[in-house]
Protein backbone atom coordinates (compact mmCIF):
# COMPACT_ATOMS: atom_id res chain seq x y z
CA UNK A 1 0.00 0.00 0.00
CA UNK A 2 2.78 2.45 0.67
CA UNK A 3 4.68 2.30 -2.53
CA UNK A 4 0.55 3.48 -4.05
CA UNK A 5 0.42 6.14 -1.42
CA UNK A 6 4.15 7.36 -1.95
CA UNK A 7 3.91 8.48 -5.64
CA UNK A 8 1.13 10.33 -5.05
CA UNK A 9 2.64 12.48 -1.94
CA UNK A 10 5.68 13.16 -4.21
CA UNK A 11 3.56 15.05 -6.69
CA UNK A 12 1.33 16.29 -4.13
CA UNK A 13 4.92 17.77 -2.11
CA UNK A 14 5.58 19.08 -5.48
CA UNK A 15 2.74 21.15 -6.36
CA UNK A 16 2.73 22.12 -2.70
CA UNK A 17 6.46 23.25 -3.09
CA UNK A 18 5.39 25.31 -6.09
CA UNK A 19 2.16 26.65 -4.78
CA UNK A 20 4.06 29.97 -3.47
CA UNK A 21 6.24 30.36 -6.43
CA UNK A 22 9.44 30.39 -4.05
CA UNK A 23 11.33 27.32 -5.81
CA UNK A 24 11.46 25.18 -9.22
CA UNK A 25 9.62 22.40 -7.92
CA UNK A 26 10.67 18.90 -9.86
CA UNK A 27 9.23 15.38 -9.07
CA UNK A 28 10.56 11.99 -10.44
CA UNK A 29 9.71 8.89 -10.59
CA UNK A 30 8.94 5.85 -13.09
CA UNK A 31 6.57 6.87 -15.46
CA UNK A 32 4.37 4.73 -14.90
CA UNK A 33 3.19 5.12 -11.27
CA UNK A 34 2.83 8.73 -12.23
CA UNK A 35 -0.82 7.31 -13.44
CA UNK A 36 -1.75 6.74 -9.77
CA UNK A 37 -1.23 10.64 -9.36
CA UNK A 38 -3.65 11.46 -12.10
CA UNK A 39 -5.93 13.30 -9.84
CA UNK A 40 -3.00 15.67 -8.14
CA UNK A 41 -1.10 16.39 -11.88
CA UNK A 42 -5.06 17.33 -13.23
CA UNK A 43 -5.66 19.82 -10.34
CA UNK A 44 -1.99 21.16 -10.60
CA UNK A 45 -2.61 21.84 -13.99
CA UNK A 46 -6.03 23.65 -13.80
CA UNK A 47 -4.09 25.84 -10.83
CA UNK A 48 -1.85 26.82 -13.37
CA UNK A 49 1.05 25.39 -11.37
CA UNK A 50 4.58 25.71 -11.92
CA UNK A 51 5.92 22.13 -11.77
CA UNK A 52 7.97 19.80 -13.78
CA UNK A 53 7.74 15.73 -13.88
CA UNK A 54 10.00 13.73 -14.96
CA UNK A 55 9.21 9.75 -15.99
CA UNK A 56 11.51 7.27 -16.74
CA UNK A 57 11.77 3.71 -17.26
CA UNK A 58 9.36 4.40 -20.18
CA UNK A 59 8.16 1.89 -22.93
CA UNK A 60 9.14 -1.70 -23.81
CA UNK A 61 13.17 -0.64 -23.82
CA UNK A 62 12.43 -1.42 -19.91
CA UNK A 63 13.46 -4.71 -20.56
CA UNK A 64 13.22 -7.24 -17.88
CA UNK A 65 12.21 -5.22 -15.30
CA UNK A 66 8.49 -6.49 -16.46
CA UNK A 67 5.56 -5.10 -17.97
CA UNK A 68 4.69 -3.41 -14.82
CA UNK A 69 7.41 -0.84 -14.63
CA UNK A 70 6.63 -0.28 -18.79
CA UNK A 71 4.88 3.35 -18.94
CA UNK A 72 3.07 2.61 -22.24
CA UNK A 73 0.27 5.20 -21.87
CA UNK A 74 2.37 8.36 -19.97
CA UNK A 75 2.32 10.63 -23.34
CA UNK A 76 -1.50 10.16 -23.88
CA UNK A 77 -2.26 11.39 -20.06
CA UNK A 78 -0.25 14.50 -20.09
CA UNK A 79 -1.10 14.80 -23.82
CA UNK A 80 -4.38 15.44 -22.22
CA UNK A 81 -3.56 17.99 -19.58
CA UNK A 82 -4.40 21.40 -20.80
CA UNK A 83 -0.74 23.54 -20.99
CA UNK A 84 1.30 20.78 -20.06
CA UNK A 85 5.03 21.08 -21.71
CA UNK A 86 5.78 17.29 -22.82
CA UNK A 87 9.75 16.74 -23.57
CA UNK A 88 10.73 13.53 -24.98
CA UNK A 89 14.86 13.92 -25.30
CA UNK A 90 16.83 11.01 -26.87
CA UNK A 91 20.08 11.52 -25.20
CA UNK A 92 22.19 13.03 -22.29
CA UNK A 93 22.37 16.73 -24.27
CA UNK A 94 18.97 17.00 -24.96
CA UNK A 95 17.72 15.20 -21.63
CA UNK A 96 20.02 18.23 -20.25
CA UNK A 97 18.29 21.08 -21.99
CA UNK A 98 14.61 19.56 -21.25
CA UNK A 99 15.68 20.17 -17.37
CA UNK A 100 17.22 23.50 -18.42
CA UNK A 101 13.72 24.90 -20.17
CA UNK A 102 11.63 23.01 -17.92
CA UNK A 103 13.09 24.70 -15.18
CA UNK A 104 12.61 27.97 -17.08
CA UNK A 105 9.23 27.61 -18.12
CA UNK A 106 5.92 28.76 -17.04
CA UNK A 107 3.04 25.97 -16.22
CA UNK A 108 3.45 22.07 -15.93
CA UNK A 109 6.35 19.95 -17.64
CA UNK A 110 6.63 16.46 -18.22
CA UNK A 111 10.20 15.06 -19.03
CA UNK A 112 9.99 11.35 -20.19
CA UNK A 113 13.02 9.27 -20.21
CA UNK A 114 14.30 6.05 -21.28
CA UNK A 115 15.99 3.40 -19.50
CA UNK A 116 18.42 2.04 -21.78
CA UNK A 117 21.93 4.04 -22.32
CA UNK A 118 22.04 5.68 -25.97
CA UNK A 119 24.41 6.99 -27.85
CA UNK A 120 25.01 10.63 -27.60
CA UNK A 121 24.12 12.59 -31.09
CA UNK A 122 24.31 15.87 -29.82
CA UNK A 123 27.09 18.27 -29.11
CA UNK A 124 27.30 20.76 -26.17
CA UNK A 125 26.86 23.65 -27.91
CA UNK A 126 23.34 21.90 -29.78
CA UNK A 127 20.53 24.79 -28.80
CA UNK A 128 17.29 23.57 -28.44
CA UNK A 129 13.68 25.40 -28.23
CA UNK A 130 10.74 24.04 -26.73
CA UNK A 131 8.31 23.13 -29.62
CA UNK A 132 11.49 23.07 -32.26
CA UNK A 133 11.90 19.23 -33.82
CA UNK A 134 15.95 18.57 -34.82
CA UNK A 135 16.40 17.23 -38.36
CA UNK A 136 19.22 14.79 -37.91
CA UNK A 137 19.39 12.69 -40.78
CA UNK A 138 19.01 14.64 -44.21
CA UNK A 139 20.06 14.57 -47.82
CA UNK A 140 18.24 15.08 -50.70
CA UNK A 141 17.40 12.23 -52.34
CA UNK A 142 15.25 11.14 -49.26
CA UNK A 143 12.30 9.43 -49.80
CA UNK A 144 10.70 9.17 -46.25
CA UNK A 145 10.30 11.01 -43.32
CA UNK A 146 10.50 9.02 -40.29
CA UNK A 147 9.98 10.86 -37.23
CA UNK A 148 10.80 9.68 -33.18
CA UNK A 149 12.22 10.38 -29.68
CA UNK A 150 14.01 8.35 -27.23
CA UNK A 151 15.15 5.14 -27.86
CA UNK A 152 13.01 4.82 -31.24
CA UNK A 153 15.00 7.52 -33.21
CA UNK A 154 17.94 5.81 -32.56
CA UNK A 155 16.63 2.72 -34.26
CA UNK A 156 15.27 5.27 -36.81
CA UNK A 157 19.21 6.34 -37.22
CA UNK A 158 20.41 2.50 -37.42
CA UNK A 159 17.80 1.56 -40.02
CA UNK A 160 18.78 4.95 -41.61
CA UNK A 161 22.48 3.54 -41.59
CA UNK A 162 21.20 0.55 -42.92
CA UNK A 163 18.62 1.41 -46.40
CA UNK A 164 21.83 4.00 -47.14
CA UNK A 165 23.64 0.74 -47.74
CA UNK A 166 21.12 -0.10 -50.34
CA UNK A 167 20.89 2.98 -52.04
CA UNK A 168 17.76 4.14 -49.99
CA UNK A 169 17.73 7.50 -47.98
CA UNK A 170 15.63 8.71 -45.42
CA UNK A 171 15.03 11.84 -43.49
CA UNK A 172 14.74 11.41 -39.67
CA UNK A 173 13.50 13.84 -37.30
CA UNK A 174 14.05 14.38 -33.32
CA UNK A 175 10.43 15.78 -32.08
CA UNK A 176 12.19 17.01 -28.68
CA UNK A 177 9.01 18.17 -27.94
CA UNK A 178 5.49 16.52 -28.49
CA UNK A 179 3.63 18.85 -27.07
CA UNK A 180 3.97 21.75 -28.73
CA UNK A 181 4.30 20.03 -32.01
CA UNK A 182 7.12 21.54 -34.50
CA UNK A 183 4.07 21.35 -36.99
CA UNK A 184 5.80 23.52 -39.58
CA UNK A 185 9.23 21.16 -39.75
CA UNK A 186 7.07 17.85 -39.87
CA UNK A 187 5.17 19.26 -42.86
CA UNK A 188 8.01 20.92 -44.63
CA UNK A 189 9.78 17.98 -44.50
CA UNK A 190 6.91 15.57 -45.22
CA UNK A 191 6.16 17.23 -48.35
CA UNK A 192 10.42 17.18 -49.10
CA UNK A 193 10.29 13.07 -49.17
CA UNK A 194 7.26 12.71 -51.35
CA UNK A 195 4.69 13.18 -48.68
CA UNK A 196 5.28 9.82 -46.50
CA UNK A 197 5.83 9.86 -43.22
CA UNK A 198 6.51 6.84 -40.37
CA UNK A 199 5.70 7.52 -37.24
CA UNK A 200 7.46 5.29 -34.69
CA UNK A 201 7.24 5.31 -30.54
CA UNK A 202 8.09 2.95 -27.55
CA UNK A 203 4.44 3.62 -26.94
CA UNK A 204 0.52 2.63 -27.48
CA UNK A 205 -1.05 4.03 -30.37
CA UNK A 206 -3.40 5.83 -28.77
CA UNK A 207 -2.78 9.39 -28.14
CA UNK A 208 0.90 8.98 -28.50
CA UNK A 209 3.05 10.16 -31.17
CA UNK A 210 1.80 8.78 -34.08
CA UNK A 211 -1.83 10.41 -33.46
CA UNK A 212 -0.08 13.55 -31.99
CA UNK A 213 1.49 13.82 -36.37
CA UNK A 214 -1.96 12.78 -37.85
CA UNK A 215 -3.46 15.68 -36.16
CA UNK A 216 -1.09 18.02 -37.03
CA UNK A 217 -1.32 17.05 -40.88
CA UNK A 218 -4.52 15.99 -41.17
CA UNK A 219 -5.29 19.00 -43.14
CA UNK A 220 -2.59 18.05 -45.43
CA UNK A 221 -4.05 16.54 -48.37
CA UNK A 222 -0.73 14.72 -49.89
CA UNK A 223 1.05 13.73 -46.83
CA UNK A 224 -0.02 10.01 -45.09
CA UNK A 225 1.43 9.06 -41.88
CA UNK A 226 2.08 5.26 -41.41
CA UNK A 227 2.76 4.43 -37.20
CA UNK A 228 4.62 2.07 -35.57
CA UNK A 229 4.07 1.75 -32.07
CA UNK A 230 3.53 -1.12 -29.46
CA UNK A 231 0.49 -3.14 -29.73
CA UNK A 232 -1.13 -5.85 -27.03
CA UNK A 233 -0.05 -6.61 -23.41
CA UNK A 234 4.03 -6.00 -23.31
CA UNK A 235 6.03 -8.75 -21.27
CA UNK A 236 9.56 -9.01 -19.72
CA UNK A 237 12.35 -9.63 -21.82
CA UNK A 238 15.57 -8.11 -23.33
CA UNK A 239 15.03 -4.31 -24.52
CA UNK A 240 16.13 -5.29 -28.09
CA UNK A 241 14.15 -8.23 -28.44
CA UNK A 242 11.05 -6.55 -26.95
CA UNK A 243 11.43 -3.31 -29.88
CA UNK A 244 11.67 -6.36 -32.70
CA UNK A 245 8.51 -8.38 -30.66
CA UNK A 246 6.69 -4.78 -31.26
CA UNK A 247 7.21 -4.02 -34.07
CA UNK A 248 9.38 -0.72 -33.27
CA UNK A 249 13.27 -1.79 -33.92
CA UNK A 250 15.79 -0.70 -36.72
CA UNK A 251 14.47 -4.21 -38.73
CA UNK A 252 10.58 -2.96 -38.77
CA UNK A 253 11.50 0.60 -39.41
CA UNK A 254 13.46 -0.46 -42.54
CA UNK A 255 10.73 -2.67 -43.65
CA UNK A 256 7.85 -0.25 -43.27
CA UNK A 257 10.63 2.11 -45.37
CA UNK A 258 11.08 -0.55 -48.38
CA UNK A 259 7.24 -1.24 -48.56
CA UNK A 260 6.79 2.08 -48.86
CA UNK A 261 9.50 3.13 -51.98
CA UNK A 262 8.45 0.41 -53.53
CA UNK A 263 4.67 0.75 -53.49
Do not use: W
Not at 82 to 103: G, H, K, M, Q
Not at 127 to 141: C, W
Not at 187 to 212: R, S
Request: glycine content about 8%; hydrophobic content about 45%; some cysteine.
Amino acid sequence: MFSFVFFELQVSVALGCAYRGRTIAFASTFAAFLTRAFDQIRAGALAEMNVNLIGSHCGVSVGEDGPLLMALEDLALFRAIPNCTIFYPSDAVSTERAVYLAASNKGMCFIRTSQPETAVIYTPQEKFEIGQAKVVRKSVNDKVTVIGAGVTLHEALEAADNLSKEDIFIRVIDLFTIKPLDVATIIFNAKATGGQIITVEDHYPEGGIGEAVCAAVSTERDIVVHQLAVSGVPQGGKPQELLDMFGISAKHITVAVKCIVMD
